[in-house]
Each structure stands twice: as C-alpha cells, then as structure tokens.
C-alpha cells in the first residue's frame, strides 16, 4: 500500500474516533475509488496512480458543480465544493501560474513547438511534471494561446 493510501486509511480511522460523518462520508468515497482502480487494475496503486484517481475525482466535482450551479441547486454544489476541499488535501501543493507559465515555456523550447500540431507534443512533456499540481484544462487553454 502507497504511503498516501496509508495516510488516507489513518484519515479514515481518525474520523470514525471523532466521529466526523461529513469528512468521514468524503474519505470512504476516496478509499471505494482507490479499490476500485486496484481492481480494474488488478495491482496496487503507487502514490502517482492514487494521485491520479483524486485528480479525476476533483475534476467530476468540478464537472458536477457547474451543473449544479447551472439549475439553481447551490446546496449540492457546496456539498461538492466540500469534497473537493477535503480530497485536495491529499494533492500536492499546487503551482502558481507563473510557475505554469514558465514550464509551458520550458516545454515549448524543448520540444521546438512551433504552432498547434505541435500541442500534443507539448502537452505530453508537460502532464507528468504537472500532474496534480495544476489543472490540466487551464494549462491546455494558455498552451494554445501560447501556439497560436
């Protein structure tokens, strides 16, 4: 077991003893998405594979917030809005946007973009260094600016 599957696990107990249902409710949702990729997967997950599944589970929140938002349903988005506060603690400090601007700066130089057919050349160098650390959406968005 990962080291942050460990402390995810150790969250989980220490909610049971404080008998915090709301935090309680967000981490057995975290650990039942964990098993389930170990599943699929039929191995177990490192602690770049867990980050992963909390990224993509940060995402559907995001995803879920905005139609919420969009029919009127402000108690469900702040319910999200929960889980997402408590799943990113368990992501990496995430970079300001002048050290994304300056790593998308870095890649272009490296793999010597030089228009749009060149995005996902670029977008690969960049996924692994900012994996977890920065939305990869706004990245696309500012990489394409960049390109065009």
Request: proline fraction near 3%.
């Amino acid at each position: 077991m990962s080291p942050l599957h460990q402390r995810i696990q150790e969250d989980v107990k220490a909610a049971m003893k404080a008998k915090d249902k709301a935090r309680l409710g967000v981490l057995r949702l975290v650990t039942a998405a964990i098993k389930q990729k170990e599943v699929d997967d039929r191995t177990e997950l490192n602690d770049d594979q867990v980050i992963a599944v909390l990224e993509k589970m940060v995402k559907q929140r995001r995803d879920a917030i905005a139609q919420y938002e969009k029919a009127g349903r402000t108690e469900l988005a702040a319910q999200e809005a929960f889980e997402i506060g408590i799943i990113q603690e368990y992501l990496p400090e995430p970079l300001s946007e002048a050290e994304i601007s300056a790593l998308i700066d870095q890649a272009i130089q490296e793999t010597g973009a030089a228009g749009m057919q060149d995005m996902g050349k670029v977008m690969g160098w960049l996924k692994p260094r900012l994996a977890g650390r920065a939305d990869m959406g706004q990245v696309s968005q500012i990489l394409r600016q960049r390109l065009s």
